[in-house]
Structures are given as C-alpha cells and as structure tokens.
C-alpha cells in the first residue's frame, strides 16, 4: 500500500465528521471521558473529568445550537430563493407579456408607417392634377366655349339652309331661263321656217 497523502487524510476525516466542525470527535472524547469518570477512583479526578465532561458538552450543544441556526437560516434562505425564484417566473412572464404587446405596437408602427407612405404617395399624384376650385373653373370655361361653339353652329347651320334655299332657287330659276331660251330657239327656228314660204 502506498503512503497517504495529507489530502486523503483530510478527505477522510471530513467524510466521517460530516460538515467538518468536529462533531463525531467531541462526542468520542465525551464518551471516553465518561467512562474515565466512571472509573476514577478519586474525588478530584473525578471532579476534574466531570468539569470536562461539561465543557465537552457545552461544545457539543454550541455546536448542534449553532448547526441548528444554520439550519433554520438554510430553510429561510430556501424560502427566500423561492419567493425570488417566483418574482422571477413573474418578471419573466411579464416581460413576455410586454414583449408580446410591443410586437403588436411594431405591427401597428408599420401598417402606420405603410400608410402614411401610401398617402404621401398619393398626394404626390394628387398634387400634380389641379384642384377642385382650378378644374370648376375650367370645366365653366369649356362649358362656355361648348355654348359659343353651339351658337356658331347654329349660325352655319342656318347660312347653309340659307344657301341651299338660295342655291333651289338659283337652280329653279337656271332651268326656268332654260327653257324659256329653249322656247325662244324653238320659236326662233319655227319663223325661220315659216319666212321662207312666205316668200
């Protein structure tokens, strides 16, 4: 067997002494001391065992008082990391919660923002046509000028039935100065066929 290291040694001790504050060994030492106390056979080695045996324990009661206060301190400490353990859980669900609601609010932002490029947009074309007022003034002026142009039409409408009354009768006339030339050739050509007989 190889030789144990200082390490191994206090490993050791401090699996059998459990939390390290010397427990099992002052209860050793009490035992043994009784058992001393027991068996003495003087008074004053008696006494001197017992007062011993006393302070062995009022070690050992310190130190199960004091592994009690840690105790109570560790269950306090537990309740403690619950009641943090469930500010958490709620720090946590209400941050999902707010993160929840500001995911909406940047939907919101963006269908806002959308929009508001959409009617820039639209303003833009808007403002490239001419406004209400501009185009009621303009659409007065073609009205006016479609009633100018109606009135001309009306006017040319009446010249050329003017004219082609002119024109029937021009027409009637022509023919009626034709046949009345007609009439007088034929006439002219009968006397002229007529005068020869005479003769």
């Known amino acids: 067997m190889g030789a144990v290291t200082d390490d191994e040694v206090i490993r050791k001790r401090l699996l059998i002494d459990g939390d390290g504050a010397g427990d099992d060994r002052r209860i050793n030492v009490l035992l043994k ?13 008696g006494f001197t065992q017992y007062q011993r045996m006393l302070g062995t324990l009022a070690q050992c009661e310190f130190s199960m008082g004091k592994t ?9 400490e537990m309740e ?3 009641k943090i353990y469930n ?3 709620q720090s946590i669900t209400s941050a999902h919660d707010k993160i929840s609601e500001c995911k909406k609010e940047i939907m919101r932002a963006k269908r806002i923002r959308k929009n508001r490029q959409e009617y820039d947009a639209l303003a833009k074309v808007i403002q490239q046509h001419p406004d209400r007022h501009e185009t009621l003034k303009q659409l007065e002026a ?5 009633q100018q142009l109606s009135r001309i039409k009306e006017n040319v409408e ?8 002119q024109f029937h009768v021009l027409l009637s006339t022509i023919q009626e100065l034709q046949q ?17 007989m005479d003769n």
């Open 80 to 82: 403690n990391y619950e």
């Open 87 to 89: 500010d958490i859980e």
């Open 180 to 196: 009345t030339l007609d009439n007088d050739e034929k006439c002219e050509i009968d006397e002229s066929q007529e005068s020869p």
């Open 158 to 165: 009446d010249k050329l039935e003017l004219r082609k009354k």
């Open 33 to 45: 001391s009784f058992t001393k106390w027991c068996s003495s056979g003087s008074a004053e080695d």
């Open 68 to 76: 009690l206060l840690v105790y109570d301190m560790n269950l306090r």
């Open 142 to 146: 073609l009205d006016k000028e479609l």
